[in-house]
């Protein structure tokens, strides 16, 4: 299942040390943070092929603590590839990845670019009829488990309840149709 992640993950090497080779040297190498082995794979081939290029991750909201790859263990820091700063979605994460870990220098405190429509909307009106339900969205990760967990944990706080709606919303890449058919 996972041989494709492998070989994306493989081939980063090779696309570094080409472009480095083609005389192409960026100031600096910009990449959604997620802690995925391609990205571990690219900032290790960015540090050797273009010494200089910064690699920065930027995260775009992942907060499970099940999410193993975003945090290093005290003693892979120095080992392991890891970006020269990554920049997160405010102070909330940068306290989780700190405190699970990643070397605060690294760690530069930003916001939440892919949600800045929600800035620029002037406030809604009432959104729900009086006595009408609260809707409660649960919006998935990409991961299958996390997903089924998180819909589950939002039915025992909320399900049930005549006062809520639950709107599940999977992620785009999420099969849709196998986390539904895991909860009630």
């Keep these: 299942e996972m041989r494709r992640a492998q070989v994306d993950a493989l081939s980063m090497g090779a696309l570094m040390a080409r472009l480095a080779a083609g005389g192409v040297r960026p ?11 391609w990205e571990q794979a690219l ?8 010494p200089g290029t910064r690699v920065i991750g930027y995260d775009n909201v992942n907060f499970s603590r099940l999410a193993l790859s975003l ?21 909330a ?13 690294a760690v530069h405190t930003g ?24 809707r ?23 399900g049930g309840d005549a006062r809520y709606e639950i709107e599940i919303k999977c992620h785009p890449a999420a099969d849709s149709p196998r986390v539904r058919s895991q909860v009630r």
């Design 93 to 105: 994460f940068t306290r989780i990845l700190t405190g699970e870990g990643f070397p605060a220098g």
């Design 111 to 134: 916001c939440a670019l892919r949600h800045g429509d929600l800035w620029e909307r002037p406030a809604p009106g009432a959104s729900r009829a009086p006595g009408s339900p609260f």
């Design 27 to 37: 100031g600096r190498i910009v990449f959604p943070f997620e802690g995925h082995a």
């Design 71 to 91: 945090y290093p263990a005290r003693a892979e820091v120095g080992l392991r590839p890891l970006p020269d700063r990554v920049v997160t979605n405010g102070p």
């Design 136 to 158: 409660v969205l649960a919006a998935t990760s990409i991961d299958f488990g996390q997903s089924v967990e998180l819909i589950e944990k939002a039915m025992a706080a909320f």
């Design 43 to 50: 900032t290790d081939a960015a540090h050797r092929h273009m």
